[in-house]
């Protein structure tokens, strides 16, 4: 059964946070709250560990992770980003959107799109998630936590552990979040488009919905 850790949702434990980075370098896979809903994470590095995230949620290899980021810094190391797609990003950063970039050789091939050799990026704005990534030092690999048979993204850690205890190493309980994925838009191609309308409203961004 996994784990759980109660941390403080703007004030979060700095040696829960240490725990939970720890689980992720030994290979664990963790459910952790963002600004959007619960996500599913691991180590970037980790080829099992994603093929386990992959498996709870019953992706296949077309469906995009997302690099959960810590800064634009990171972002430019994994995505490229022309000066048109670095002021999107931008504008929207940090906060509950999702963009869509050409990967760079820094991702393996393993995570990017197997057709477009595209990759899902984004910065997040909670405390939390922003307490882990600055505690890992480098990107999480992430996918918003919904069942195979669902729609909506889990929001209670409860309900999580009672669903997924057994295939999820550990549970950061936060709080609820907005339990709202992320709006999804797709820079890698001109003009941009939005794949998903969620919590992050594309007129922030200058794109109209």
């Known amino acids: 059964m996994a784990q759980l850790l109660t941390v403080h949702p703007a004030n979060p434990q700095p040696r829960l946070v240490r725990r939970a980075a720890q689980t992720l370098r030994d290979g664990g896979v963790i459910a952790y709250p963002t600004d959007s809903s619960y996500a599913l ?6 080829a099992e560990a994603a093929r386990r995230m992959r498996a709870i949620r ?8 997302t690099l959960m980021c810590r800064n634009m810094a990171d972002v430019g190391h994994f995505a490229r980003l022309d000066n048109w797609q670095f002021r999107i990003v931008r504008q ?3 906060g509950s959107f999702t963009y869509l970039l050409p990967a760079t050789h820094e991702v ?16 997040p704005d909670h405390a939390l998630a922003r307490a882990l990534l600055e ?3 480098a990107p999480i690999l992430s996918t918003t936590l919904i069942a195979p048979e669902g729609t909506e993204p ?14 999820i190493d550990l549970i950061i309980d936060a709080g609820p979040c907005a339990a709202t994925p992320t709006t999804v838009i797709d ?17 922030l961004l200058g794109l109209s919905s």
Request: contains cysteine.
């Open 92 to 94: 929207g950063t940090p």
């Open 154 to 167: 889990l929001n209670d850690a409860e309900s999580i552990q009672g669903r997924f205890g057994s295939a």
């Open 135 to 137: 505690e890992v030092g």
């Open 108 to 123: 393996p091939r393993r995570l990017q799109h197997p057709n477009r050799r595209t990759i899902g990026v984004r910065i």
């Open 58 to 65: 019953a992706l296949d290899p077309r469906h995009h992770l």
């Open 41 to 46: 994470g691991c180590r970037l590095d980790d």
């Open 187 to 203: 820079l890698a191609q001109i003009p941009p488009i939005i794949v998903r309308r969620g919590l992050g409203d594309p007129a």
